[in-house]
């Protein structure tokens, strides 16, 4: 006998193998892929450092899906008998309003959709300590 009688026959791939190789499996990496970016951790933007917090604070994602929020200029936000009035969109936020939050620098912030525009609708608003 020969060697070569003496080899086990090389085992040839079927077409349908090779097509679920070629094609299912990057297929699948990529949904994989896909998979851990969506269930990896939101991450929320960041205030600004105030005299109050000096290293910043954190948004909460549900208030501002990474864009939403920014502090607000003196005048924006009017603290009245009704609630909290958003000066260039006349809207009201009942001071008992869900969306009012504890402001954590002493500042009020204000996170509306459209990217904190004067056309937005509040989602949050932070808010410093009442006035007395």
């Given at each position: 006998m020969s060697a070569a009688t003496l080899r086990p026959a090389r085992a040839v791939q079927p077409a349908?193998?090779?097509?679920?190789?070629?094609f299912v499996t990057p297929i699948f990496a990529i949904a994989m892929l896909a998979m851990a970016v969506l269930t990896a951790p939101a991450f929320a933007h960041d205030a600004k450092p105030t005299a109050a917090k000096p290293q910043g604070w954190s948004y909460p994602f549900a208030?501002?899906?990474?864009?939403?929020?920014r502090t607000t200029h003196?005048?924006?936000?009017?603290e009245k008998p009704e609630g909290y009035v958003i000066a260039g969109t006349g809207e009201v936020v009942p001071m008992s309003d869900k969306r009012v939050k504890d402001s954590p620098d002493g500042d009020f912030h204000w996170c509306a959709h459209q990217a904190g525009l004067d056309?937005?609708?509040t989602i949050c608003l932070f808010v410093p300590?009442?006035?007395?």
């Open positions: 349908g193998r090779l097509l679920f190789s070629l208030c501002c899906a990474n864009y939403d929020c003196t005048g924006e936000v009017l056309a937005g609708k300590p009442r006035s007395y």
